[in-house]
């Protein structure tokens, strides 16, 4: 194994908290009312923790209903492109597209070494 092959693991992982970061960070900083800002920067994280404890979590393994194979793959393009959607409204559109494409670096690499 190489230092990367054993590296991309850690990556997911940072890049499942910059979700939640740029979802939270999106909510906070919304041109609305502090009452709302305050509920959207905790409720958006919120249900994207949801969502990938429900489907996703420890690759699957620690999962309520894992998805796996095509399924897995559509619901990390959802929840990483939701939150580059949601970064690129916060800061810019190419932070967005930078995260966006770490994100699909990293998982070319893990299908690429069979990763969870």
């Known amino acids: 194994m190489t230092v990367l092959e054993g590296a991309n693991p850690g990556l997911m992982f940072l890049l499942e908290l910059g979700v939640l970061a740029g979802a939270a960070i999106w909510g906070f900083?919304?041109?609305?009312?502090?009452?709302?800002?305050?509920?959207?920067?905790?409720?958006?994280?919120?249900?994207?923790?949801?969502?990938?404890?429900?489907?996703?979590?420890g690759g699957g393994k620690n999962a309520r209903y894992p998805l796996t194979g095509p399924w897995r793959a559509l619901l990390?393009?959802?929840w990483f492109g939701g939150a580059a959607v949601l970064i690129g409204l916060a800061f810019t559109a190419l932070a967005?597209?930078?995260?966006?494409?770490?994100w699909a670096i990293n998982a070319a690499l893990r299908m690429l070494w069979h990763q969870a």
Request: cysteine-free; aromatic content about 12%; charged content about 10%.
């Open 76 to 78: 990390e393009i959802v």
């Open 96 to 102: 967005a597209a930078v995260f966006f494409a770490i």
């Open 29 to 57: 900083t919304l041109d609305a009312n502090p009452v709302v800002r305050v509920v959207a920067g905790i409720a958006t994280p919120a249900v994207f923790i949801v969502v990938w404890a429900l489907f996703a979590a």
